[in-house]
């Protein structure tokens, strides 16, 4: 089996030097991932070419969402019917990329993971904070965490928390649980520096991001969050069996060895600790073969781009730019969440504020 995978949004560091909380207009990520049996690629690279004749596209035209999202919907309505009709696997991931950075700053700083507050409930609080941080938060609390991640100093963390306890500073019982744990962490901080050094506790409670060989801070990446999400969906839909498995990457220059880094990590505990998952399963005993091909040569990562970049567009556009489209855009989407099911590893994992969520879950009855 082989899945092929392409992104839209822009891969870009989530914490970018320009401190740009609107992320250049792009405040959605999306990253697809499409299975093809040799037999299945062979039926959709026919049917491709029936399409590009029936709608006078060239033979060696590659297909690219940014191409057809406007200008012909119907390409893309087509191919999604022919993913459904033959039961494609589709695992996507669909980012808000400032609700990431709130659920990092809730994580790290305010409600870290441990063993004794990993109950379903705890998970349900982190959410809620992470919630209410994105859409209530002044920017300045997302630029001192983006500074903090660059500056990696002992000023920029409590550059950070002077903003945080400022905003959960009101009498509402969740300000004042926020505020509780962050004094905590505060005590914490401190005492780790006291029992050790200043740099130590810097890179313990600040999560300072890992490097690939290439020096890209790889945990800052949206790309990175989506596919160390995919690969334990990946792993749970093919229960634990990854090895004769072979996931063909859109060749991303900037970006290939940070991915073959998060491949080679992929088994350390650190992400056996991620919050439980019901579509999901963190804990790889094996892992799959990663290559990376020009998308000009493949019609998986065609398909894969195309999922990718509708997903990214609509979101933003429907929910993020409130633009009314036409109703061939919903019956688009509505066929790439086919297989979204409770517990199902297939379908389209959505990482957005609660309120996004619900308008999405309301609206299609996921």
Known sequence: ????????????????????????????????????????LRKIEAFIKVLKRNFDIPDEQELKSEDFYFKNPKLIL??????????????????????????????????????ENERQEAN??????????????????????????????????YDLIDVL???????????IFALKMIKMTIDDYEEFKKENNIESATKY?????????????VKM???????????ARLNKHHKKNLKNIKVIHDTTYEYCK??????????????????????????????????????KNSIGIQVADLVAGFLQRYINGTLYKQIKVENIYHGIFELLIKQNHL????????????????????????
């Open 258 to 295: 940070t991915l073959k880094y998060c491949l080679t990590n992929i088994l350390k505990s650190e992400l056996k600790n991620k919050d439980s998952v019901p579509n999901s399963d963190y804990e790889l005993e094996e892992t799959f073969e990663l290559d990376f091909e020009d998308s």
């Open 221 to 231: 990446l949206p790309l990175v969050y989506s596919f160390y999400n995919i690969a």
């Open 124 to 157: 349900v609080i982190r959410s809620m904070i992470a919630e209410r941080i994105t859409e209530h938060a002044p920017e300045e609390c997302f630029k001192r965490y983006m500074a903090m991640c660059q500056l990696r100093t002992e000023k920029s963390f």
């Open 205 to 217: 409670f600040m999560m300072l991001p890992d490097f690939d060989s290439s020096g890209n801070e």
């Open 165 to 175: 306890k400022v905003f959960f500073s009101g009498s509402d019982p969740q300000d």
């Open 1 to 40: 089996m082989k899945y092929y995978m392409d992104e839209s949004g822009n891969t870009g560091d989530i914490i970018n030097r320009k401190k740009d909380v609107n992320f250049s207009n792009q405040p959605i990520f999306a990253h697809s991932c499409i299975g093809f049996s040799t037999e299945s």
């Open 78 to 115: 087509l191919i999604s019917l022919f993913l459904v009709d033959h039961n494609i696997p589709i695992i996507c991931e669909v980012t808000d990329k400032k609700h990431n950075i709130s659920l990092a700053i809730v994580q790290n700083l305010i409600f870290p993971q441990s063993e």
């Open 343 to 366: 517990n199902n590893p297939l379908g389209v994992n959505f990482v957005l504020p609660e309120t996004k969520r619900y308008w999405l879950f309301h609206k299609f009855d996921l």
